[in-house]
């Protein structure tokens, strides 16, 4: 309840536990001072009001969504002073139906996240490997957007949660909108697509409890031991990353890529931080998680306003098709790496962020990204999840957007224009191509094709059938990293983070999970079992 400064209205009022604890009464100004002794630790975030009255020296005139001069904002529209409202009151009827329907869908999955603008300058020349005119010359800069976010959480969930972060970037090229979107793993929980809601419900909600569920959480992991890379990573440091900039980005999925002799090589694509990897502990994360829930988009509007602006540098790894059919794994499979021993890091250049958005909404909630949005000389390869994210994420934005998404400012393609024969729907909001054909082939100069952009052609053969992959090597990476990535004191961290979140689950699923993890090492499982047994007592 706000203090008022008036004689009539007393103290006790204001501040209710004072009625029933006389002897704690405080002077009012003792406690105006209390109410705002923290607003010494503002940070830029907190300024942007200000900022922005700095900048509008004087007032807009206010009006309806019409257009409409407002004579009188303060109350609604009445037969005398106690009297009915008004259905003629349109001043109050334009808000409230507006107001009514704010909120769009809320994303599935990342739907928490943060974003800004910035741009991604060429420094190696990787044309031998690619056609695309974002990566045409040493020294060019591509205008783009990114938006990070945590996955499995509500848009009210904390920044902080042990949880993958979405790494999503559009590059508006002039080719064509590139969409890019990963996480800040290299890795994913499944290899199949088909599993991906059962995952994500698991993740979620029990649907009659609305609780988070340990069983749901382990017994499906521990069904599908293709999880146990990405669970491991998951638990350890990196599943806390303190804030959006500290940690690494990937393109994750296996992409091939086309150069301008329309040879193709496949490739994985890496951003590493150049603020260097920084993670939360445990109990760090939990106590922010309640102390500052959006710490990392908060971290990152300051850092840019400030003009700290984060950066990372743009690294691709690249196999022929040659080495694909050697490679002693799937190379397709999102459940593993490739060594970086065997095939290194190629840099290509620097990604900066330098512009905060200007209106949250429009700029990040709006925002649609999508792995199927490629140019010229990207294309996708057999990846099973790329494949079937090549559907769902048009059509999920589709449906939270609206068929017209692509024409809403931040997703529209500012270094060319779209020509097709896509009209009308809901929310149209450019001129709908005016008057040309909405049919082809025409004989009127409608947008034409060009041969010259022609994906480039690659032969398969097989029998079609539903293959299932749970008996691939589900362990040996699992066992690398465990061995030869982490240090004593990370393992020791990985099994009590694992143990602390498994110890909910029943006994047997917690059986099959150790199970798991020593089929990948034999320590890994025989320390999370000691380290489960000690929860129980």
């Known amino acids: 309840m706000a203090l008022r400064s008036c004689a009539r209205y007393p103290i006790a009022l204001a501040f209710p536990l004072l009625r029933h604890r006389p002897e704690r009464r405080l002077p009012i100004t003792a406690c105006y001072l209390h109410l705002t002794s923290k607003m010494a630790n503002r940070t830029k975030a907190f300024e942007q009001l200000t900022e922005f009255k700095g900048a509008q020296k004087t007032p807009a005139k206010l009006t309806t969504s019409n257009g409409a001069l407002i004579g009188d904002k303060l109350c609604s529209q009445t037969i005398g002073p106690r009297g009915p409202m008004l259905m003629q009151d349109f001043v109050y009827q334009d808000e409230m139906a507006h107001f009514n329907r704010e909120r769009i869908p809320e994303r599935v999955v990342h739907a928490k996240g943060a974003g800004a603008f910035g741009h991604l300058e060429i420094t190696h020349d990787i044309t031998k490997y690619c056609k695309a005119k974002i990566f045409e010359k040493v020294g060019k800069k591509t205008p783009m957007v990114i938006r990070f976010s945590t996955v499995g959480g509500e848009s009210g969930s904390a920044d902080t949660a042990r949880d993958p972060r979405g790494f999503a970037m559009k590059y508006y090229t002039e080719e064509g909108n590139w969409d890019l979107v990963g996480n800040n793993t290299p890795i994913f929980f499944i290899r199949d697509p088909i599993f991906f809601p059962s995952f994500i419900h698991t993740q979620k909600r029990n649907p009659r409890t609305h609780l988070k569920d340990p069983d749901m959480f382990w017994d499906f992991l521990s069904l599908r031991p293709e999880s146990n890379h990405q669970v491991s990573f998951l638990f350890s440091d990196r599943g806390t990353p303190d804030g959006f900039r500290h940690m690494n980005g990937y393109g994750s999925h296996t992409f091939k890529l086309v150069n301008a002799k329309d040879e193709p090589v496949y490739c994985k694509f890496h951003f590493k931080t150049d603020q260097g990897i920084k993670c939360l502990m445990a109990d760090e994360a939990g106590n922010l998680a309640g102390a500052n829930p959006d710490y990392a988009i908060q971290d990152l509007f300051n850092a840019i306003a400030t003009g700290n602006y984060p950066s990372w540098t743009m690294h691709i790894q690249v196999m022929t098709f040659e080495q694909a059919e050697k490679f002693e794994f799937n190379p397709f499979d999102l459940t593993k790496v490739w060594p970086q021993g065997d095939y290194p890091l190629i840099q290509v250049g620097k990604l900066v962020l330098d512009k905060n958005p200007e209106n949250y909404f429009a ?3 709006q925002a649609a990204f999508c792995p199927a949005h490629m140019v010229p000389g990207i294309e996708p390869s057999p990846d099973k999840m790329l494949q079937g994210r090549l559907f769902s994420y048009p059509d999920t934005h589709r449906h939270r957007l609206g068929t017209n998404y692509q024409q809403l400012p931040v997703n529209v393609p500012i270094n060319c224009k779209a020509f097709n024969y896509q009209r009308d729907g809901p929310a149209c909001v450019d001129l709908n191509q005016g008057g040309a054909p909405n049919y082809f082939p025409n004989s009127f100069n409608g947008p034409l094709h060009d041969d010259h ?31 030869k990535v982490l240090k004593p004191e990370e393992q020791e961290r990985l099994v009590q983070n694992i143990a602390g979140h498994l110890k909910d689950a029943q006994p047997f699923i917690q059986e099959r999970a150790i199970k798991n993890f020593t089929g990948c090492h034999p320590d890994y499982g025989r320390r999370l079992k000691e380290a489960l047994d000690a929860k129980k007592k």
């Open 363 to 365: 700029d990040v909630e």
């Open 453 to 483: 952009h022609c994906e480039h052609t690659q032969t398969f053969s097989g029998d079609v059938k539903r293959y299932r992959t749970c008996d691939d090597d589900n362990t040996t990476q699992v066992g690398h990293f465990w061995s």
